[in-house]
């Protein structure tokens, strides 16, 4: 499995974009990226997926280098209520694959 | 759509008893259910994976004789603590794969807390 690192803490304001970046140096050819957002005393959600390029959906944008070796999750005009923590998982496609949890980042949106 | 409950949300149990948690998926067939635990502060560390019809396959260093897992039907799985001690208190989370969903992307129930006194 491909361990990811992704830093430990971000401070942000409301507004603002935040961009997560997340590095996997050792992904192999058939793993996906997936990122996760999590409250406290909360199971975590789902945010966004992909592979390579770039990915967007109504709640983020995942952008993806061409060496994949690296990730980054972009969080347009965040609000208090996206302080959260995220978590980075570099997942196989291969049946149902066991998810890895790194310690993901602390983001806290200041008003 | 993916919906994952868990039941109870919250439980208080004395040092020696066994507590049953249960995880359903109300909306899809789980053939693969998974149970986590994640302790203050910390990340979401991965218990066991469980198979509809099968013995589960745990994470080395769980003891399966004390986190029973049973899957009994494709929209539930339960995780019991056999005689459970203080340090067996944290955040029980479990997860389920659809199989008409992709293996990457996993739901997730609300959590349960056991506090264990």
């Known amino acids: 499995l491909a361990k990811t690192t992704q830093p430990i803490s971000m401070d942000s304001y409301e507004g603002q974009e935040v961009n997560i970046t997340c590095s996997h140096n050792n992904i192999a050819t058939n793993d996906y990226i997936t990122w996760y957002q999590q409250f406290p005393s909360q199971g975590p959600r789902f945010i966004i997926q992909?592979?390579?390029t770039k990915v967007t959906n109504e709640v983020a944008s995942l952008f993806i280098p061409a060496d994949r070796k690296s990730s980054t999750l972009s969080l347009p005009r965040v609000s208090l209520s996206d302080t959260a923590v995220y978590y980075c998982l570099v997942v196989g496609n291969s049946g149902y694959s066991t998810l890895t949890f790194g310690k993901g980042t602390m983001l806290l949106v200041s008003p | 759509g993916a919906v994952v409950s868990q039941h109870p949300s919250w439980v208080i149990c004395k040092s020696g008893t066994s507590v049953k948690i249960e995880c359903r998926s109300l909306d899809f067939q789980a053939t693969t259910m998974f149970w986590y635990r994640q302790f203050p502060k910390q990340s979401l560390m991965l218990m066991a994976t469980s198979n509809e019809g099968s013995k589960a396959t745990y994470e080395q260093g769980v003891e399966k004789d004390k986190f029973l897992i049973n899957h009994a039907s494709l929209t539930l799985s339960t995780l019991t603590v056999t005689s459970a001690h203080p340090e067996d208190s944290s955040f029980y989370i479990c997860s389920a794969s659809s199989p008409t969903g992709t293996s990457y992307e996993q739901y997730f129930g609300p959590g349960t807390r056991l506090t264990v006194t």
């Open positions: 992909g592979y390579k």
